[in-house]
């Protein structure tokens, strides 16, 4: 049996667990908003069209900031499309997706679902075909208390108070030639900065997100970072990052490695945010806002895509809509513990996305809500991660990929707020159990463990609308706690929450 064993101090501190770090995404795109969160004719639906399932299990899930409405939609969109009477709202192509956008559900339609799901909108614009002009007049409409043409258009619209929104999006994926409105890493700084300006001259109170690489195999990587930056610096409080994983070719120890990944991924952004800081000679420290990461498998996707003509541009389509298994879940929870450890420069983090679309959450049209297995992971970490991330001193064998080499054969991360310490842990092997132990003698006597988590016997197991509870969180009975060191038997292919109180 592989072996591993954790000595945490709560004197050895990685930095404070934000809880933007638990935010999602919705973007329009296939059945995620219509058909998804919102389906008017459900039998859970409200009078406004929202499924109250839906609501209940993302609530359930711990989202905290959610990112909308894009994406490589918001490249496309016209906000003032999505604003006053649903009846007189026109229907546009998205060229992002092939589809037609019906502008139902709009600015004031989806705050108004935040507020029954409890997170904090954090707003897109448009960069790709449209500029700081368009920028400035969003900002107004949803920011500015009244007096102005803009709130009192938002006024008759049904919103007498400001949206107060805070944080903001300024654009998305401009490296990536896919993008409406592609530009190259210096155009796209000198627009980002001078949009960055204006919407502060509305709004100073405004925290800005920059674009950085849609992914750390992009040709521009590291140097569009630091070119967008150069320009942008003092303008912005946050730089992007994107990545999205899946087992290719059958490769599930690499897979399970993918925090590996993930963890070289900040660490290089950081090391290119810093350089430009003391290139600007800056006393002011920009953070990471990592606002689109999942397991996606995207090369199903570029088969469907294939397959779009111009004469079909559907409402809602079956896009992206990915059946997560165990494995999934556990890869999932390994990036989870990567964000984590790093708590100290990603400020915020948006899970893509939250229902149907690549998604922890999936529905049937007038059918049931389910809980994908990755939703389990990111509800318990929401959940169990609080106060302050610790550093973990990790001494462990090692297991063999393809991709990364030798690699840990377990990833772990550990968080407390004082009252109780959470342990995370990711059993990368694809054959063993792990013997783990962790030492929390420097945390004084503690008296209850509790730990959860997933794995399966079937490591493909998933939850479909045949069986919606096929898999779930299971309670590891192994685990126990003895003079200040605990100990925990973990399955192959499993992730775990432990915690002590």
């Known amino acids: 049996m592989a072996r591993a064993h954790l000595t945490l101090n709560p004197a050895f501190t990685i ?38 399932d839906v609501i209940e299990l993302v609530r359930e899930l711990g989202v905290t900031t959610v990112r909308y409405p894009g994406g490589n939609f918001v490249s496309g969109y016209h906000w003032e499309d999505g604003v006053g009477p649903v009846a007189e709202r026109p229907r546009r192509l998205d060229l992002a997706w ?52 803009r709130t009192a258009q938002r006024a008759a619209n049904g919103r007498q108070e400001p949206f107060g929104i805070t944080m903001w999006c300024l654009g998305n994926e401009m490296d990536g030639p896919w993008q409406l409105g592609h530009r190259n890493a210096e155009d796209y700084g000198k627009l980002a900065s001078m949009t960055a300006k204006a919407m502060r001259q509305v709004d100073p109170r405004l925290e800005l997100v ?16 630091r070119i967008v930056l150069e320009h942008t610096y003092e303008d912005v409080d946050y730089i992007s990052c994107h990545a999205y994983y899946e087992e290719r070719e059958g490769d599930l120890a690499s897979f399970l490695a993918s925090g590996v990944d993930m963890d070289a991924f900040i660490e290089a952004v950081v090391a290119t945010v810093d350089h430009v ?67 100290d420069r990603v400020a915020s983090a948006s899970l893509a996305q939250l229902v149907n679309v690549i998604a922890p959450i999936m529905t049937e049209p007038g059918g049931p809500a389910w809980r994908q297995t990755t939703f389990f992971p990111f509800s318990e970490t929401s959940r169990a991660a609080r106060g302050t991330a610790l550093q973990v001193a990790l001494d462990a064998d090692t297991t063999t990929t393809a991709r990364f080499g030798a690699v840990p054969v377990v990833a772990a991360a550990a968080t407390s707020d004082g009252a109780s310490v959470s342990v995370f842990l990711q059993n990368r092997h694809t054959t063993e159990a792990t013997s783990v132990t962790v030492d929390l003698s420097a945390f004084g006597p503690r008296r209850t463990v509790s730990a959860r988590g997933v794995w399966d016997e079937d490591v493909y197991a998933v939850n479909d609308l045949r069986d919606t509870e096929r898999v779930g969180l299971r309670t590891n009975d192994t685990v126990a706690l003895s003079d200040g060191v605990l100990t925990i038997e973990l399955p192959p292919v499993s992730w775990t929450a432990v915690t002590v109180a």
């Open 210 to 225: 920059v674009c950085g690489s849609s992914s750390r195999s992009m040709p521009t990587f590291g140097e569009w970072e």
């Open 277 to 343: 800081r003391a290139l600007k000679r800056s006393d002011k420290r920009i953070d990471i806002s990592f606002d689109e990461w999942n397991v996606w498998y995207l090369s199903r996707w570029a088969e469907q895509a294939r397959t779009f003509t111009i004469d079909d541009w559907p409402v809602a389509p079956r896009l992206l809509e990915d059946v997560y298994s165990v494995a999934d879940a556990v890869t999932l929870g390994g990036l989870l513990i990567s964000l984590v450890n790093h708590a």
């Open 98 to 149: 092939h589809s037609t956008e019906t502008n139902e559900v709009g600015l004031h339609e989806f705050q108004d679902w935040l507020d029954q799901v409890g997170s904090e909108l954090m707003l897109a614009v448009n960069l790709g075909t449209r500029g700081p002009k368009e920028a400035l007049e969003l900002v107004e409409y949803a920011n500015v208390p009244a007096g102005t043409a």
């Open 15 to 52: 930095g404070p667990v934000r809880r933007r770090l638990f935010g999602g995404f919705v973007e329009h795109l296939g059945r995620h908003v219509y058909d998804g969160i919102h389906e008017p004719g459900h039998p859970s639906a409200g009078p406004d069209g929202f499924r109250r």
